[in-house]
């Protein structure tokens, strides 16, 4: 069977940082270590004004077709993943469409487009969309590009307001991928929670500590759910675990009980028991309480431990070296979070060739779910092409009081056309930009070269 997978990855980040310890936290009153120790966060990326989910995620896969020498006949579904849209019936496929079409000379009216709403897994949920058209054989040799585009903003003074962030990942779904196969093994875990919505306004609605347990609770049944499909599941099956990460705060937790969960009946588990003890069984605990307070002391001394410390440098640490200075881009959170790991792999000059990722993504509302994939051989030059270090370092740095004004720049329940008084900060260059109002109230853009 012809393997399938992700063929190419571009990341595009918003062009303006706003830096949590230096400028974010004086202005909150904030010791910095709130956020830099806390949420594992260091800066935060904003779009300019003249981008948003749309240019962000047409420069993104413009970069994708241009490195791979694509052309618009060798696409056939281009599907948007994304929590910040402004339209309730056009697709943004359709409009990033659009913008690749000024910069080609043959258009995509023969390609497939969408847009897919499930939180921040809708990312990964585009990406199986795209896995199983081609396994069904009706993409006529055809490539798939899947765009995960976000601005995660928060209305001012929220507490999710610090995990705030914004950019786009493109990712080439294509047969005989230069960069991870994917399998047929997922897991899911999936209830209809409250945890985090957004019911007909942009900023969300957020239960900070449900949100946390959801997240848990979700991760915990889908890993259930995938070994029923794959087996038994050993931490050393998997090289690297990427989480979706809406800050890296929240990934300690989901990694700790992720770990405690593919140990318990293994031979990690008996060995940490010399230092640790077995895990709490519910069966010998008189009631839920006492037993959940067992589990929480039991995870506290699994995290101290050496063996644990080891596990979590090599499958997670790498994996949120990105997040932590862009924040949350919501769908493109656990994509963003793979192409970190492999791309401290590959400055490390570490061979993964043939080992295997476990890639936990999640929405609220709330999905988990949990998938393998295979390293190929040749991934680090993919990887290689990443210019995502520069585009961190070129960021606009913001002061307090640019930041309250491109906060507001991006708030719909502002003057909708505030975009047109807003003076840019960074100019744009050889990119998609955002160029107005349209006779219907539509979103223009235009290629400035």
């Known amino acids: 069977m012809t393997a399938v997978g992700i063929d190419a990855i571009e990341i595009w980040t918003g062009k303006l940082k706003l830096d949590l310890a230096e400028t974010f936290a004086p202005a909150q009153g904030d010791d910095p270590g709130k956020y830099t120790k806390g949420l594992g966060l260091h800066a935060s990326s904003f779009p300019d004004v003249y981008e948003d989910i749309v240019t962000m995620g047409a420069n993104a896969a413009y970069r994708l077709m241009d490195r791979k020498g694509l052309e ?206 077995h895990q709490p069984v519910r069966e010998t605990f008189d009631s839920e309480e006492a037993f959940n307070d067992a589990i929480r002391e039991y995870t506290d001394a699994l995290t101290e431990t050496e063996r644990y410390r080891d596990w979590y440098n090599q499958a997670i640490e790498p994996t949120l070296e990105i997040s932590r200075h862009v924040g949350n881009w919501y769908t493109g959170s656990v994509h963003l979070a793979r192409a970190s790991g492999l791309k401290v792999a590959m400055e490390q000059d570490i061979d993964l060739a043939g080992e295997k990722l476990l890639v936990a993504s999640y929405g609220s509302g709330a999905q988990a779910e949990v998938h393998a994939e295979t390293i190929v051989p040749g991934w680090e030059d993919e990887i290689a092409a990443l210019d995502i270090d520069d585009q961190i370092q070129r960021r606009y740095d913001l002061s307090f009081e640019e930041y309250e004004e491109i906060h507001d720049v991006h708030n719909h329940a502002m003057d909708a056309h505030v975009e047109e008084d807003a003076e840019e900060l960074t100019p744009p260059e050889a990119e998609f930009a955002f160029d107005g109002w349209g006779r219907m109230g539509e979103r223009k853009y235009r290629y400035v070269e």
Not at 252 to 263: F, N, Q, S, T, W
Request: proline share 5%.
């Open 72 to 277: 618009p006949d060798d696409i056939g579904r281009i599907d948007v993943a994304t929590e910040s849209s402004f339209d309730n019936s056009k697709p943004v496929s359709t409009y990033i469409a659009g913008c690749l079409e000024q910069v080609f000379d043959d258009d995509f009216h023969h390609a497939n487009k969408g847009e897919r709403k499930f939180a921040c897994i809708s990312g990964t949920q585009s990406v199986d969309d795209a896995y199983n058209w081609i396994r069904a054989g009706r993409n006529r040799d055809r490539a798939a590009i899947v765009i995960a585009t976000d601005t995660a903003l928060y209305a001012r003074d929220d507490p999710g307001e610090a995990t705030q962030g914004a950019g786009a990942v493109a990712m080439l779904i294509d047969e005989e991928p230069a960069i991870v196969e994917l399998s047929t093994e997922q897991g899911y875990g999936s209830a209809d929670e409250t945890d985090f919505l957004k019911p007909n306004q942009q900023f969300p609605s957020v239960d900070g500590k449900r949100s946390v347990k959801v997240y848990l609770a979700r991760m915990r049944e889908a890993l259930d759910d995938f070994a029923t499909v794959s087996g038994s599941i050993h931490p050393d099956d998997y090289h690297m675990i990427p989480f979706h990460t809406p800050f890296p705060g929240m990934v300690r937790k989901a990694a700790a009980l992720g770990y405690r969960h593919i140990v318990r009946g293994t031979d990690v588990e008996d060995v940490l028991a010399e230092e640790i003890g």
